[in-house]
């Protein structure tokens, strides 16, 4: 899915009839919408109908069927052939009873299911039909086994607990075929007509809940053993087979028919993030991940371990989608599965795993490859007695410099291989020489510049004293080198409303100076001297002017802002002093004053789901992104602050922060009382946070594939240098790589990723990060060495890259076809025969249904006028420079149990699934998605707990107002406070804690977060969205 | 015909005024036949220690084209208390608060004595005096303390009431606001940019709702409470402040590398400080004060590049139209100086420089608005010290000498019009009856505004006889002239002032000999150098002096007698005699004939001829040509100094020798303005060049037979002398040819 997939036509879009179809065929009476359209209430999946009696099935039934009528036999007979019985369970087949209007004709042959725009299919298609087909839906999860039978011992625990282990090969479960499209809803009226959908549409059949995951076998060894790399490529089956008896996956629906109660499908038997999650934190959790092998899968991000850099990158610094890239490029089109890494060049390492070296040859610089200019790494190959080395990534032959060389041992290694950093290790850091300076001059340590709206609203509301005070405190706290005293970053203050207020703050000033600039048209730094200065040398006259500038202000009456110029003067102030540096925004309205980059309220709820939508995202005026050029070619990273109260257009506000690097925060409707604690962190923790400055990636590639797109915070000037005004430990870029020729399985697929950057002492380096991932001719090596969430955080920012030039209709339909796509290509290419009604998913993509779903769900994909367009472009703008964990967590919140404590233990409790059906009313859980965290109270919570969380005695007496929980000394609180303390420990935003309790209107809030169930604001169902994917597989393999 | 002398010195006295002709030729064709045009040299402002204002309203004539004041040249009819216009001959009704008038009763302004007279009256609020200080940073060190010190002594100097701002500017310009209290704030603009007034007042935060700003109607001042304005405070309040303001003032903080000029944004500063007063206190007493250490170099009104290679333009470069910024920087500057004349403030320049500082394209904001224009080498001069502190001096009344926003108006009786005035105004366009259509100077209109003006401010009026010559005026009537200056006096206090003369008329052909004996030579003289001047300016310069020696050899023709081709037998009567010699030396300088005095041991110092023949060993020379003063000491003199004779008690008079033209030098500097340039040197001393270049070149190296002679010191000139020049003249003159 790359951007070219978007801005080209998108190869799947002849899908678009037939997707019609299906939706109205199950759509209740208003849908006429596609199904691309997942997340819209108004599709048939999505619509809520609680209270809808359903029919039940037995469970792992892998053959549920609804009543059948003529001519669906030979459905049904697929289904029973799939023999999900194998599991050892007795499929009982659940025949809901015939549905009272189903006087349709006899159902038509299947291959004009694909063609619902026929009248004729339409008028003769019986709607029951639909409901048999989905009702018989299975999915069946497939790991290599199901090629390679013979190996079940390592199989992948996943998540299934069926108690019997079986021979995959049985497991595939039974289900309709894809193509198997529902015909029109409507058997009276013909087409898409929607008045009248029948009911019989509604009879789902679902295996019932008494039993626990029938239909799940359970492989042996829950463990896997050594033999787990994926080196040992004949050693499979990591992934167990899984078989899933699915329900019909739209509830919907009237309740007139007759028949036994329906009751859900047990959401447990469905594919678990939370399951693998656990599983991998068993299985490598605490244990030292060493990155000596090229190609190996590392732990997830959610799993704990301590990486040991043996010559590859770790993966806190690069997560690639697969670790095997298929060889060919036509190999890759069939996959379709991304090619991508997701770099974070500053990503913190936890206290035990080693800082990066610094390695420096003085004068004579860094080693590079002669031709393709890759820096000195393992990746190297030393020659003819180490004179000469080969270039691993261009395959040149090079000089060893006189200075560097060194003898090579027995095996062909320099025997100075585990004394140099850059021979032995995946990341590290070189000092660079002035040729690699801005105008061959040492760069000048960076400044920080504090830019505080004093409109009227900000002294209102005493934010600008709350600034100004804490900055007093902050400053001190300025990012260092860990050798040096003090910090080396220069500090300077700037006020603004309609104009802008520079100060003189030198160090020798009895008092500090104000110069007014009121031009805001072609803004201008009035001053040279005292604008940058050291804070320890100039505390006095900085914190006389601290005190001073509320004060000053208290009796402003200006309510307008400019926002651009504001901009344009840190920019240019940094420019006069000629270093790079941040600046830190505190905006809180719409810029309307009269002056570049004015702006206007152009929030409109009518281009929602128009072509026009993407316009929205889009900044209102050209002149932001010249601004965001400038500020990156002169090393001007902005960090925004902004307390809204309506629409602020952050689209157009934030893309200079976007495009230099920079963070930005939003703290809507901004209380004093409430939201300080939340702001203050944020901003001491981005002070405080270490940040490499003018930075210029390069990401190098061995032959037969290369770079392509590159999606982050970052400022493309060409294809290939990515710009950052600054980077910090959060931002993280994802790559996305091409073929251009053939891969050498046997050489690999190498990457290179050099950043060149200031750090925060005004020393200019480079940092270094080396990766190596196998190559194959056979698919099913790259299917088992993807990574979900890799994937997730590839798909989320290249589709939100692809909402600014194309429909969101379009984009989400690409989603899910892509996501289909990849999955039936694993089906047809790696899983053995089996019924195309089953659905197959590769072990390593198990939980990718539910996190692309999660992804369709997020607001940005969702245009739906209860949600704001700053909500949705600030979401946008977040992900876009998300690493891999972060991008995890906000697409599957986390929510942790907290009533059932084990109270002596240190560890956090295990999650669980992001659905309503896990809560309960004598429970209390947290829910945290990286922005924001919510603590769910249920009606019955233990009164105990209450009292030790809160100090008041019932559930009645919590206040929802607070946003911290009070310090308590007993037990509870401080293990809540500790576990709420762990969740934000290393978030790049800190969360405010949001109290919700059971059945009052803010749970509404916390409902949404709950993703593997029906969004309030139309997102499917997790189970539905199974069901959509499993359609459109089946279509794909026939 | 010593009267003559005696009336015009008594005029002038009296009412300020002096007239070229006393007796006016009575039709237009003869008064052209004058040469010399009918015109008057108006002081408008002259101090008049001896007449009290009065405290009421003038009487103005009902006619809505004249509305003359009522004088005593009138008829007034006592009984029927009713008075006729002396210039329209309209009929008025006295006023009811002249009910009780007779002849025994009359108000001042009908007595004869009164031919002058000035009103006070309310209109308005009064606002306080106002001084901008507009300065340059781009000083070195010295000049900057010394500018600074200035500055601040200046304080003490101003009315206690009067509000005061401060602008300085180098690469940028800040203005200050002067009322912060623990945070010192200003206001930057970049130099590069011009801006409008509306711009500038957004920027300063000054607009508010828009005050319609009623040009032409400076005295129906806006109804509105005196605007209080951040930058521009009562002295007596912020005094401490701007001292210190003043103290901590630092060089312009910006880099300039070698090879380069400071970047100095004299337009756009001044562009502020207009924009600034035009937006908070129009039409009310102002003064932009700008102090300047260089030429501008950047933005508009750039007069030089900042690359010092490029030397500023000379006057080569402006022949030849090379002077690649003049046009533009003029514009600029007279586009200011217009409208600072609009809002009725005026603009002082004081310019202190070794090189140039480009007031040939500023010289417009000072001359249009009635500023001064000072220009000496560094800030740390006497002359700048000094001159600056007499910007403050106070007049004989204790008054401040300086008035604001005054507006002329002149009206004359039928026979006559109006061609032009010349001084430092501009025109007010106001048309009327007595508007002639032929200009001199600045023409078509009755009434001109001089924003800054002083008692000695003197403006050229000139006028034109329309009387017929078939229509004879009759005998004893007289033409009269009324000039009423309306102006804002240094108290704040709105006053008008009423200067009404009349003079005879003569025929020309009948009673030449009156006119003749009537002509002001020195009045005429000053009067047509101001026509040259200002013709220099507008045309091209050699023609200017072909006109002078036009207009000259024409006098002596009409007025000389002689035999025709006989030069030797030119004369010119005593009221002609020196007006030849004044032309000589308008056409040698730049202004009008210096004076010399020797000092010697021969008798009393005495005035000597402006010639080379005056320079003597034996003497002590002292010139005065307005901006100089120079002491020569002669050759012989000078050596006996070194030798130190008056340091012996033996010869104590030559030490009084010594001393008496210093003490008469020092008495000059003490009362004129702007402070002279000091010279004091002797033969042989590279500053006497001050003294050869002014007298007139008698001996030079071309008529060697006087070289080694006694009888003074040769000129080496080309330059002819007045000898020569006269020589000349007379041969034009009597030429038959001509």
């Known amino acids: ?58 469970l792992g039934s892998s053959a ?129 007509a929607q008045s009248s959908l029948p009911n019989m549409a509604r009879q789902d059949g679902i295996p019932g809940s008494g039993l626990p995951n029938p239909n799940l076998q359970q492989l042996p060894g829950q463990t896997p053993g050594p033999g787990y790399h994926p080196q040992q490529g004949n050693y499979g089956p990591q992934m167990a087979g899984s078989q899933l008896s699915y329900p019909g996956a739209f509830p919907g629906g009237p309740a007139q028919l007759s028949g036994p109660p329906q009751k859900r ?53 690069i997560r690639c989608t697969t670790y095997c890239f298929p060889s060919t490029s036509d190999m890759a089109k069939q996959a379709r599965i991304p090619l991508a890494a997701v770099i974070q060049p500053f990503a913190t390492v936890p206290q035990n795993e080693t800082p990066l070296y610094v390695v420096n040859h003085g004068e004579a610089g860094p080693i590079r490859c002669n031709r393709c200019k890759a820096y000195m790494c393992p990746f190297m190959q030393f020659i003819e007695g180490g004179r000469r080395y080969q270039c691993g990534f261009c395959n040149c032959i090079n000089d060893v410099p006189p200075f560097f060389f060194q003898h090579l041992d027995h095996i062909g290694r320099r025997v100075d291989h585990y004394e140099r950093p850059e021979l032995s290790l995946g990341s590290y850091e070189y000092v660079a020489t002035l040729d690699y300076c801005r105008n061959n001059k040492p760069p000048n340590p960076p400044a920080y510049i504090f830019m505080i709206d004093v409109s009227y609203r900000n002294i209102n509301s005493g934010l600008v004293k709350l600034i100004c005070d804490e900055l007093k405190t902050l400053l001190d706290k300025l990012p260092r080198e860990e050798q040096e005293e003090s910090s080396a970053i220069r500090v300077g203050f700037v006020t603004y409303n309609k104009v802008l207020h520079f100060f003189n703050v030198k160090s020798n000033l009895a008092q500090p100076q104000m110069m007014v600039v009121s031009d805001v048209g072609e803004v201008f730094v009035p001053l040279l001297d005292g604008f940058l200065v050291n804070f320890q040398e100039s505390r006095s006259v900085v914190n006389n002017l601290l005190d001073q500038i509320p004060e000053m202000f208290a009796d402003t009456n200006e309510s307008e802002t400019i926002f651009a110029p504001v901009i344009q003067a840190g920019m240019e102030a940094l420019k006069a002093a000629e270093c790079a540096g941040k600046l830190f925004i505190f905006h809180s309205s719409l810029p309307t004053a009269e002056a570049p980059g004015k702006l206007r309220n152009r929030d409109d709820k009518k281009l929602l789901n128009t072509d026009k939508e993407k316009t929205l995202f889009q900044p209102q005026v050209n002149s932001y992104e010249s601004l965001a050029r400038d500020c990156v070619a002169n090393g001007c990273c902005v960090n925004l602050f902004l307390f809204p109260n309506q629409y602020v257009d952050i689209a157009s506000l934030g893309l200079v922060t976007m495009h230099t690097g920079g963070t930005l925060y939003k703290y809507n409707n901004f209380q004093l009382n409430s939201d300080s604690p939340q702001f203050l962190t944020d901003l001491r923790r981005d002070i405080e946070k270490k940040t490499g400055f003018d930075a210029i990636m390069r990401v190098r590639t061995s032959t037969g594939f290369r770079a392509t797109d590159f999606f982050g915070a970052i400022y493309m000037n060409n294809t290939t ?23 050498n399985e046997d050489s690999g697929a190498l990457i290179q990723c050099a950043v060149l950057y200031t750090s925060i002492s005004g020393q200019r380096r480079l940092r270094i990060h080396n990766i190596g991932l196998n190559c194959s001719t056979q698919l099913a090596d790259v299917y088992k060495t993807c990574e979900t969430d890799a994937l997730i955080n590839f798909f989320a920012k290249s589709a939100f890259k692809a909402i600014l030039s194309q429909p969101l209709k379009a984009v989400r339909e690409i989603l899910v076809s892509q996501t289909a796509h990849m999955l039936a290509c694993y089906r047809k290419n790696c899983a053995s025969p089996s019924a195309v009604s089953q659905l197959i998913l590769p072990d390593a993509m198990k939980v990718l249904p539910v996190y692309v779903n999660c992804l369709l769900k997020s607001s940005v994909l969702t245009g739906r006028p209860e949600i704001p367009t700053d909500e949705r472009a600030y979401h946008r703008q977040l992900v876009m420079s998300m690493g891999v964990a972060d991008t995890q967590l906000f697409f599957y919140p986390q929510l942790l149990p907290i009533h059932n404590l084990d109270l002596k233990s240190d560890a956090v409790p295990a999650a669980v699934r992001c659905s309503e059906e896990r809560l309960s009313e004598g429970g209390a859980f947290i829910l945290a998605n990286g922005l924001s965290m919510f603590l769910w109270l249920g009606v019955s919570t233990p009164p105990e707990l209450i009292q030790g969380l809160f100090n008041v005695p019932s559930f009645a007496h919590i206040s929802t107002e607070a946003t911290l929980l009070p310090d308590l000394a007993n037990t509870y609180s401080k293990k809540i406070k500790s576990i709420v303390e762990h969740i934000q420990n290393q978030k790049p935003y800190t969360m405010k804690l949001m109290i919700v309790k059971q059945r009052e209107q803010p749970e509404m809030l916390f409902r949404q977060f709950l993703v593997e169930d029906k969004s309030i604001h139309g997102g499917a169902s997790y189970v539905d969205f199974l069901c959509c994917v499993h359609k459109e597989i089946c279509q794909l393999l026939n | 015909m010593a009267t003559y002398l005696e009336f015009i010195q008594q005029n002038e006295e009296r009412d300020g005024v002096r007239f070229s002709w006393n007796v006016w030729p009575s039709s237009r064709l003869e008064a052209t036949r004058m040469v010399v045009p009918l015109a008057c040299l108006l002081t408008p402002l002259r101090e008049r220690p001896d007449l009290p204002p009065v405290q009421y309203e003038p009487v103005l004539c009902s006619r809505p084209t004249c509305k003359a004041v009522l004088n005593p040249l009138c008829q007034v009819d006592y009984r029927a208390k009713l008075w006729a216009c002396n ?273 040939l394209e500023m010289k417009c904001c000072a001359n249009l608005t009635g500023g001064h224009m000072v220009m000496g080498d560094s800030f740390n001069t006497s002359l700048f010290k000094q001159t600056f502190q007499r910007v403050f001096n106070k007049g004989l009344n204790g008054e401040f000498r300086m008035a604001f926003g005054a507006n002329l108006e002149v009206k004359t009786s039928r026979e006559l019009k109006i061609a032009g005035a010349i001084g430092p105004c501009v025109s007010l366009n106001v048309k009327g009856p007595c508007v002639s259509e032929n200009e001199l100077g600045i023409g078509g209109t009755s009434q001109w505004k001089i924003c800054g003006l002083d008692p000695c401010t003197t403006l050229a009026i000139y006028f034109e006889v329309v009387n017929q010559h078939n229509a004879p005026i009759p005998q004893g009537g007289r033409g009269a002239v009324q000039f009423v200056t309306q102006y804002q006096h240094s108290s704040t206090q709105k006053r008008i002032r009423v200067t009404t003369i009349a003079r005879n008329w003569a025929d020309a052909q009948s009673q030449l000999q009156h006119i003749e004996a009537a002509f002001d ?201 007045l000898q020569v020049f006269m020589d000349h003249l007379k041969k034009l003159a009597v030429s038959s040819a001509a």
């Not at chain 2, 002249?98 to 009908?110: C, D, F, K, M, R």
């Not at chain 2, 020797?598 to 023949?613: I, M, Q």
């Open chain 1, 64 to 192: 549920p069927l609804g009543p059948l009528p003529p001519g669906t036999h030979q459905f049904s007979q697929n289904n029973f052939q799939s023999g999900a019985s194998a599991a050892g369970q007795q499929p009982h087949r659940f025949q809901s009873p015939p549905p009272p209007n189903n006087t349709g004709p006899s159902y038509p042959p299947s291959s004009l299911h694909s063609q619902p725009a026929s009248p004729h299919t339409a008028s003769t298609s019986c709607t029951t039909q639909l409901a048999n087909q989905l009702n018989s839906m299975q999915i069946n999860s497939y790991g290599p086994s199901a090629i390679q039978s013979s190996h079940t011992s390592s199989g992948h625990p996943a998540s299934f607990q069926g108690p019997q282990p079986l021979p995959l090969t049985q497991h595939q479960m039974a289900l309709p075929p894809g193509p198997q499209i529902p015909p029109p809803a409507n058997n009276f009226s013909g087409l898409c």
């Open chain 2, 87 to 359: 210039f329209c001959f309209q009929r008025n009704q006295f006023p009811p608060a002249y009910a009780g008038i007779s002849e025994v009763n009359q108000p001042a302004e009908l007595m004869p004595q009164f031919s002058t007279i000035e009103y006070i009256v309310q209109r308005g609020p009064q606002t306080p005096l106002i001084f901008l200080y507009v300065v340059d940073t781009c000083l070195e060190e010295e000049d900057l303390q010394a500018l600074k010190e200035s500055l601040q002594m200046s304080l003490s100097l101003l009315p206690a009431d009067a509000l005061v701002g401060l602008i300085t500017f180098g690469r940028m310009i800040q203005v200050h606001e002067l009322s912060c209290e623990g945070i010192s704030k200003s206001y930057v603009f970049r130099g590069t940019k011009d801006l409008t007034a509306k711009q500038i007042q957004d920027m300063l935060g000054l607009s508010r709702p828009a005050v319609p700003i009623q040009q032409g109607r400076p005295l129906q001042a806006p109804e509105q409470p005196v605007i209080s304005s951040r930058f521009l405070q009562p002295v007596h309040k912020i005094d401490m402040n701007l001292t210190d303001l003043l103290g901590e003032l630092q060089r312009d903080p910006w880099p300039v590398t070698q090879g380069k000029r400071p970047l100095r944004s004299t337009g756009v500063a001044l562009s502020i400080a207009v924009g600034l007063l035009e937006g908070t206190f129009p039409n009310t007493g102002a003064r932009i004060m700008l102090f300047t250490g260089g030429p501008p170099t950047q933005g508009p009104g750039m007069v030089v590049g900042d690359e010092l290679k490029t030397p500023i333009r000379s006057w080569h470069d402006i022949e030849k139209d090379n002077a690649r910024f003049m046009k533009k920087a003029t514009k600029h500057y007279e586009t200011l100086a217009n409208r600072t004349a609009t809002n009725g403030h005026c603009i002082d320049i004081y310019a202190c420089a070794l090189d140039q500082t480009g007031l």
């Open chain 1, 1 to 58: 899915m790359s951007q070219q997939g978007y801005v080209t036509a998108p190869p799947y879009s002849q899908s678009q009839p037939r997707m019609g179809g299906f939706s109205a065929g199950f759509g209740p009476p208003n849908s006429s919408l596609h199904y691309g359209h997942y997340g819209d209430p108004n599709s048939s999946h999505a619509a809520p109908q609680p209270g809808m009696s359903k029919p039940t099935v037995p």
């Open chain 1, 265 to 317: 499908l047990d959401p447990d038997s469905i594919p678990s993030p939370i399951q693998v999650i656990e599983n991998d934190k068993s299985s490598r959790g605490g244990q030292i991940y060493a990155t000596n092998t090229r190609g190996q899968v590392p732990p997830l991000v959610t799993t704990d371990c301590l990486i040991q850099d043996q010559g590859h990158a770790s993966p806190r610094y």
């Open chain 2, 521 to 721: 030579q020195e009045a005429a003289a000053v009067l047509m150098a101001r026509l040259g001047v200002y013709r220099a300016e507008s045309e091209e310069g050699p023609d200017v002096l072909r006109w002078l020696d036009r207009q000259l050899i024409r006098l002596c023709q009409k007025f000389g007698q002689y035999n025709k081709d006989d030069p030797n037998s030119f004369r010119l009567s005593e009221s002609f005699s020196l007006y030849p010699q004044f032309m000589f030396h308008l056409r040698r300088s730049p202004f009008l004939q210096p004076i010399l005095y020797a000092y010697s041991f021969h008798g009393p110092p005495e005035p000597v001829l402006l010639d080379s023949s005056s320079i003597l060993p034996d003497r002590i020379l002292l010139m005065d040509t307005f901006f100089q003063i120079v002491i020569y000491l002669g050759e012989t003199i000078a050596q006996w100094q070194k030798a130190g004779y008056q340091d012996m008690p033996e010869y104590e008079n030559f030490k009084h020798l010594l001393q008496a033209p210093l003490d008469d030098a020092q008495e000059i500097l003490q009362t004129r303005f702007p402070m002279p340039r000091y010279v004091h040197t002797e033969h042989g001393g590279s500053q006497a060049r001050f003294l050869l270049s002014k007298v007139n070149p008698s001996q030079t190296h071309n008529n060697l037979y006087a070289w080694g002679q006694e009888s003074g010191a040769p000129i080496l000139t080309d330059d002819v002398s």
């Open chain 1, 721 to 743: 240098d990515v710009e950052m005004a600054a980077v910090d430990c959060d931002k993280a870029v994802t790559v996305e790589f091409k073929h251009d020729d053939k891969l």
